[in-house]
């Protein structure tokens, strides 16, 4: 497998991912994805969206907004548990999350545990460590007319006006689960999807873009009656695999599922199962699928006075659906989808790197370039078969830089499948060079069977 820095290099020199606000010098955890990045990215959520969505007839989506009343966050337990250990070094007074320094502790480690593994502060290099807080994850903010001299003036506004950026799509979707039954009445089981931002305020961003401070999700609520919640979980756990392995072309032997713990399981779950991707700088979880129970829809229920019951079309039964979530996170996704596709070969004694990645991914699906860019016919005649591809498919890109070994290097890099290629004998017969990106094989075909 490809070093996580030779990915990291690739998606700067081709414009897939920068550093957030590079130019100021960066903002940790946050990253910003390029022309090329943008175009991976976005298809990856069409599949996850048209896979999960478009397909089925009983998931809806929702686009909820990403602040929302801080009541939502008293419910679902966010403003009591949504926290990770802070330990702060008493010599440099650098900080840090207590469980990614030690070896074998948890996040509900406490300060004697910590103490007890001797961890020396990897900024310093001492052992003279303060007491474990638990460190809130959500960013808070204040909505409406609040100066900043208000928290100190009036703490009692300053406190009223507080609201959070969310740290997890899911709880817009729970929040809409009465409109969506009262709009559309769905038979259950039924799933509600929502794609969008989230943000945690973690100690310790790091490895790329796998834990950042801004990130994107992909969740579903799946509402079933509570006595079928297994058999339902287990068909979600399926689709999952499939998706994975059919449209975003990872290797399931990449894929430890993991069950977890119940005293490692969010406060909410019932039955999780982490699917842990191998990637390059080691196992981290690419996905979450967990059994929620009513929690959320009961504390739903009793925060806002509205019953969540669902009554069934069927059997005139009524009942608090039981949810199964599926919660993955674009960027995980989009590095495990890098990494699997990064690939260096041998080509006539050098080394090329290739973006193996599915075609329907792949940022371009061709590229058309005129042998020498300095003869007109040449370009006249390349722009004409652009032209032609451009009206059938969107992604086609145009290349005439350097001479053609280097523009080959430079689409194999970024994953372009075919690159079409206009030369003197086109002139002649009429044919194109169609030039494969795996296996670098060539063919002839007529510019009217393309
Ligand atoms: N609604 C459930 C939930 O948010 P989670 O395990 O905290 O569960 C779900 O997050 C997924 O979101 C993770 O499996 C991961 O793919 C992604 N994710 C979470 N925190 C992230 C971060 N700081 N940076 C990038 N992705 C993150």
Redesign the pocket.
């Known amino acids: 497998m490809a070093k996580l820095e030779d990915i990291v290099s690739l998606c700067k020199r081709r414009g897939f991912i920068f550093q957030g606000s590079d130019i100021y010098g960066g903002m940790a955890?946050t990253w910003d994805f390029g022309p090329l990045g943008v175009m991976l990215k976005k298809k990856i959520m069409d599949e996850w969206w048209n896979y999960f969505v478009d397909s089925r007839n009983n998931i809806y989506g929702v686009d909820a907004a990403i602040l929302m009343n801080p009541r939502t966050w008293q419910a679902s337990g966010h403003l009591e548990t949504f926290a990770d250990p802070l330990v702060e070094c008493k010599e440099c007074k650098s900080r840090f999350r207590a469980d990614k320094i030690a070896e074998g502790i948890t996040e509900s480690v406490t300060t004697e545990e910590f103490l007890a593994t001797h961890t020396k502060c990897p900024v310093c290099g001492k052992e003279n460590w303060g007491e474990i807080r638990k460190f809130n994850m959500m960013f808070s903010t204040h909505v409406g007319a609040v100066l900043p001299e208000d928290s100190e003036t009036n703490p009692e506004l300053a406190a009223k006006n507080t609201a959070y950026l969310r740290?997890?799509?899911?709880q817009g979707i729970f929040t809409n689960y009465k409109n969506v039954v009262d709009t559309i009445y769905p038979d259950i089981p039924f799933g509600i999807a929502q794609v969008g931002k989230?943000f945690?305020n973690?100690i310790s961003?790091r490895d790329f873009?796998?834990?950042?401070?801004e990130?994107s999700?992909m969740?579903i609520e799946y509402f079933v009656r509570p006595d079928a919640w297994e058999n339902e979980f287990e068909k979600v756990y399926k689709a999952f695999d499939n998706f994975l392995e059919s449209r975003m072309g990872l290797d399931l032997g990449n894929i430890n599922h993991l069950e977890v713990a119940p005293e490692d399981r969010?406060h909410y779950s019932k039955r999780t199962v982490?699917?842990m991707f191998n990637y390059p700088n080691g196992e981290e979880?690419?996905?979450?699928l967990?059994y929620r129970t009513d929690f959320d829809l009961q504390n739903i229920q009793r925060e806002s006075g509205k019953s969540m019951e669902y009554r069934d079309k069927n059997t005139g039964e009524t009942f608090v659906p039981h949810v199964i979530?599926p919660?993955?996170?674009?960027?995980?996704?989009f590095l495990a989808v890098l990494s699997t596709a990064y690939t260096e070969d041998e080509i006539d004694g050098n080394t090329r790197i290739v973006l193996r990645l599915p075609e329907h991914l792949a940022p371009y699906r061709f590229c058309v370039s005129p042998l020498l860019k300095n003869r007109p016919e040449l370009v006249e005649k390349a722009k004409e078969v652009y032209n032609k591809l451009r009206e059938k498919y969107t992604y086609v890109t145009w290349d005439d830089s350097g001479n053609i070994g280097k523009r080959y290097r430079k689409q194999d890099e970024i994953g372009t499948p075919k690159c079409i290629v206009i030369d003197f004998d086109t002139l002649e017969d009429n044919a194109v060079t169609i030039r494969d990106r795996d296996t670098t094989e060539q063919t002839r075909v007529n510019i009217e069977k393309l």
Do not use: K, N, W, Y
Not at 167 to 170: G, S, V
Not at 209 to 213: N, S, Y
């Open positions: 955890g740290p997890e799509t899911a989230a945690r973690e961003p873009i796998l834990r950042d401070r990130c999700q969740e969010a982490d699917f979880e690419l996905m979450g967990a979530e919660s993955i996170g674009v960027e995980r996704l």
